[in-house]
């Protein structure tokens, strides 16, 4: 499984730093939607879920936390500890968000308004899904 970590160039200078994100340039997407989860509480997983379209980059702009990104055949963690570090999660992925710092602001991009039918939220449906595009796409 491949995946892709941007690593954002901060503009720095004597006054400290400065990142900026623009859509197709920065990022890969028409940035739709900004989410942001703080104050996790300890142990908490967050996720459990993939989209069937939506596309997402996810930045841990303080704290840290881990992200498990699943795509039905391999199972990679991805820490994100930097404020400039982006972890691109494309559609059919399952993801979970866990090992939350207590100071942890994780921001996600998206690339749709938020839309639960877009969501799969059953790990064996995801399987399925992923299983029946296989076979779709030959
Ligand atoms: P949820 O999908 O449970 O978050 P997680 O993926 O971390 O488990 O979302 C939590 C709540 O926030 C739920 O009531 C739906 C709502 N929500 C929105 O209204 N808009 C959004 O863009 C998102 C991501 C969630």
Redesign the pocket.
Known sequence: MQVIKYMFQPHGDERGQLVALEEFKDIPFRIK?V?Y?YDTVPEVI????AHRALEQILICIHGSCKIKLDNGKEKKVVPLEKPYEGLYVANNMWRE?YDFSSDAVLMVLASEL?DESDYIRDYNEFLKFIDEKVVLGG
């Open positions: 939607r989410y989860m967050r996720g459990h879920h968000m938020y």
